[in-house]
T-cell receptor, first 112, second 112 residues
Framework: KAGVTQTPRYLIKTRGQQVTLSCSPISGHRSVSWYQQTPGQGLQFLFEYFSETQRNKGNFPGRFSGRQFSNSRSEMNVSTLELGDSALYLC???????????FGQGTRLTVV | QQQVKQSPQSLIVQKGGISIINCAYENTAFDYFPWYQQFPGKGPALLIAIRPDVSEKKEGRFTISFNKSAKQFSLHIMDSQPGDSATYFCAATTSGTYKYIFGTGTRLKVLA
């Protein structure tokens, strides 16, 4: 069974640009969550989607947004990039009735 | 109240020794406590998890001890091996929220 797949693995963007990251959950998993990991702040929850609906949201500015498609794949978008947005962005998927979250390898975003 | 405090920040253990990492929480609504292992360049991998109705859970060389009254839980790695050298994160969540609160991480180094 394939794990959580995140694309791309690495991205370099310029301040002010926008970026879209993609996540394909484990087959059969319907919940997808996104986390930001930085050396200073650690792992922080961004948002969670289930059946195309955002059910939970962390304390991030509106520049961070996401969506989920009918096949459970999810994307997150960051607009007007800032240097501080440089981080490893992790996606996790969960079965609809389980608490176990399985993470992908992440997308390393560097903003220059 | 949403924080999970993790200690120590770093840990050096001799091969064959016991590694112990501690976490404490405040929110009594948390009912699921996983531990994740993360290697450089990889996403966090679920190691072992426990719920508050159990005081201890063991899987191979990994054991979680849980003290509900003290609101603390710990990870014990028995017979630590150099391959265990990684960063370990504790986390907590309330079932149904799919939002994990992570500890700050412990960088473990096992000396050969």
């Amino acid at each position: 069974k394939a794990g959580v797949t995140q694309t791309p693995r690495y991205l370099i963007k310029t301040r002010g640009q926008q970026v879209t990251l993609s996540c394909s959950p484990i087959s059969g998993h319907r919940s997808v969550s996104w986390y930001q990991q930085t050396p200073g702040q650690g792992l922080q929850f961004l948002f969670e989607y289930f059946s195309e609906t955002q059910r939970n949201k962390g304390n991030f500015p509106g520049r961070f947004s996401g969506r989920q498609f009918s096949n459970s794949r999810s994307e997150m978008n960051v607009s007007t990039l800032e240097l501080g947005d440089s981080a490893l962005y992790l996606c996790a998927s969960t079965l609809w009735d389980s608490t176990e979250a399985f993470f992908g390898q992440g997308t390393r975003l560097t903003v220059v | 109240q949403q924080q999970v405090k993790q200690s120590p920040q770093s840990l050096i253990v001799q091969k064959g020794g016991i590694s112990i990492i501690n976490c404490a929480y405040e929110n009594t609504a948390f009912d699921y406590f996983p531990w994740y292992q993360q290697f450089p360049g990889k996403g966090p991998a679920l190691l072992i998890a426990i719920r508050p109705d159990v005081s201890e859970k063991k899987e191979g060389r990994f054991t979680i001890s849980f003290n509900k009254s003290a609101k603390q839980f710990s990870l014990h790695i028995m017979d630590s091996q150099p391959g265990d050298s990684a960063t370990y994160f504790c986390a907590a969540t309330t079932s149904g929220t799919y939002k994990y609160i992570f500890g700050t991480g412990t960088r473990l180094k096992v000396l050969a």
